[in-house]
């Protein structure tokens, strides 16, 4: 069970991280997901992970790319540690962009239940990635 799960969530950042494939998200994640780590005040559900992928990460980055660097997994939960990295060629949270390439290190723990998303919590340098850009 683990190894499918952490197939799972190896073509999730593959096909809808990287690629913003709306369908291959419908197949991943569950209709009733609940992302633990939205920001305050923003949705926390299906919609709202689409939102951050779809309308921040691939207008304000292009050649997106994600690193799996570790995946631990046991039960119904994966942990992974990646590296998301790609080009500043769009405005990305009020920042123009800037050309540079950027890296975001995130931590993710995903709870797969049938072989889809159902519950996310995270943690991610990306706000420390933006104050980088706001000062280039």
């Known amino acids: 069970m683990s190894a499918v799960n952490k197939a799972v969530v190896r073509a999730f950042n593959r096909q809808v991280i990287e690629q913003c494939d709306r369908e291959a998200f419908e197949a991943l994640v569950a209709e009733d997901f609940v992302n633990h780590s939205a920001a305050?005040?923003?949705?926390?559900?299906?919609?709202?992970?689409?939102?951050?992928?779809?309308?921040?990460?691939?207008?304000?980055?292009?050649?997106?790319?994600?690193?799996?660097?570790?995946?631990?997994?046991?039960?119904?939960?994966?942990?992974?540690?990646?590296?998301?990295?790609?080009?500043?060629?769009?405005?990305?949270?009020?920042?123009?962009?800037?050309?540079?390439?950027v890296s975001i290190d995130v931590i993710d723990i995903v709870r797969i239940e049938e072989g889809r998303y159902v519950e996310h919590w995270g943690i991610n340098s990306l706000p420390g990635v933006l104050a980088g850009l706001r000062s280039a």
């Open 40 to 101: 305050a005040g923003q949705p926390n559900g299906r919609e709202g992970l689409w939102h951050t992928f779809a309308n921040v990460l691939h207008p304000g980055l292009s050649e997106l790319q994600v690193e799996v660097l570790d995946q631990v997994a046991e039960q119904d939960k994966v942990t992974t540690r990646k590296r998301i990295t790609g080009r500043h060629s769009g405005g990305l949270l009020g920042v123009p962009a800037t050309g540079r390439t």
